[in-house]
C-alpha cells in the first residue's frame, strides 16, 4: 500500500486596485519626495506592487497622488483564493496590507536637506461593492536619516 502525497490545488486571481494617497504638509517648509514602492498583500500573500513617482509639496498645502497596482494572474493556494472571494462576495469587505518605503528631504529656501527613510505599514478595508475605502489604520517605523 503507498501513500501518495496530495497537493494542494491552486487558483489565480487578478484585478486591479487603484490607490489614492493623501500627503499633508502642515510645515513651513516643503517636502522633496523620491519614488516610493508598495507592496499589497491579502492575508500575507504579496499581490502586487504599486509606483508613486517622486514629487515636491509645498509648504501647507495638501497632494493627492494615485497609482494603481495590477495583479495579473497571481497564483494562490485554492483556500486563500476561496477567502478572498468570501470576503468580496459575501462580506462585501476585503482588507489587504499595504507596506512601502517613503524616502523625502526638506527643502529650505532653495536648499536641500540629507534625506529620510520611512517606512509605511497601513491595514485597508475596502468594499469591493461600493469601490471605496472602509477603513485605514496606518502607522510609520523607522525614520533614519
Known amino acids: 500500500m503507498g501513500i501518495n502525497p496530495t497537493t494542494a490545488s491552486s487558483a489565480t486571481v487578478s484585478l486591479n486596485i487603484r490607490m489614492l494617497f493623501t500627503a499633508a504638509n502642515d510645515n513651513k517648509v516643503g517636502i522633496k519626495y523620491g519614488e516610493s514602492r508598495f507592496t499589497v498583500m491579502y492575508r500575507g500573500i504579496p499581490l502586487g506592487r504599486g509606483n508613486v513617482p517622486g514629487f515636491f509639496q509645498p509648504a501647507h498645502s495638501v497632494r493627492r497622488v ?5 495583479v495579473d494572474r497571481v497564483s494562490l493556494l485554492q483556500a486563500d483564493a476561496a477567502d478572498l472571494v468570501r470576503d468580496a462576495s459575501l462580506n462585501d469587505r476585503v482588507e489587504f496590507r499595504v507596506v512601502g518605503d517613503v524616502g523625502a528631504k526638506i527643502r529650505i529656501m532653495g536648499l536641500t536637506s540629507p534625506g529620510v527613510q520611512v517606512s509605511v505599514d497601513c491595514t485597508i478595508g475596502i468594499s469591493p461593492r461600493k469601490q ?7 502607522g510609520f517605523d523607522g525614520l533614519t536619516v
Request: proline fraction near 0%; hydrophobic fraction near 35%; glycine fraction near 0%.
Open 66 to 70: 494615485e497609482t494603481t497596482i495590477v
Open 132 to 138: 471605496s475605502l472602509i477603513y485605514k489604520q496606518c
